[in-house]
């Protein structure tokens, strides 16, 4: 079912609860992204994964919505080198640096973030971003 209307604006009751608490900008990445590959593989799973594929190149999730990653930094939210069917990182941006990970451990509220290893952060905020998910 396609995620955008006729004028190209992303069809709320068709967007996942993230993205409905997300800008619009995030909303119509996730929506086209959706369409196009709706388009060339049927619509399923795989143009949901492409279409947060797509999202995750600009955007990372913070809490219960995804937001524009800092100083126009784009790429995954997977390490480098990881093989298909691996972990995913559910929108926690790997790539970014530690002060930036303690920003949104800070603002998701997680405690002892400034003794946490970078990796202890990212699963950090990933368990964060669950439970707000969950919460909301």
């Given at each position: 079912?396609?995620?955008?209307?006729?004028?190209?604006?992303?069809?709320?009751?068709?967007?996942?609860?993230?993205?409905?608490r997300?800008?619009?900008k995030?909303?119509r990445?996730?929506?086209?992204?959706?369409?196009?590959?709706?388009?060339?593989?049927?619509?399923?799973?795989?143009?949901?994964?492409?279409?947060?594929?797509?999202?995750?190149?600009?955007?990372?999730?913070v809490?219960?919505h995804?937001?524009?990653?800092?100083?126009?930094?784009?790429g995954?939210?997977?390490?480098?080198?990881?093989?298909?069917?691996?972990?995913t990182?559910?929108?926690?941006?790997?790539?970014?640096?530690?002060?930036?990970?303690i920003?949104v451990?800070?603002?998701?509220?997680?405690?002892?973030?400034s003794?946490?290893?970078?990796?202890?952060?990212?699963?950090?905020?990933?368990?964060?971003?669950?439970?707000?998910?969950?919460?909301?």
């Amino acid at each position: 079912m396609p995620k955008t209307t006729g004028r190209g604006t992303p069809k709320q009751d068709e967007l996942p609860d993230t993205l409905r608490r997300s800008s619009s900008k995030a909303q119509r990445t996730f929506a086209k992204a959706h369409d196009a590959a709706a388009e060339e593989y049927g619509d399923g799973e795989r143009a949901h994964r492409v279409a947060y594929a797509a999202l995750k190149h600009s955007y990372e999730k913070v809490g219960d919505h995804w937001e524009r990653k800092p100083g126009g930094r784009s790429g995954t939210s997977e390490r480098p080198g990881q093989r298909r069917g691996g972990k995913t990182h559910e929108g926690v941006d790997v790539n970014a640096t530690k002060e930036h990970l303690i920003d949104v451990a800070r603002r998701l509220g997680i405690r002892g973030r400034s003794r946490m290893r970078k990796a202890e952060l990212i699963d950090a905020i990933e368990a964060a971003n669950r439970r707000a998910e969950r919460g909301a």
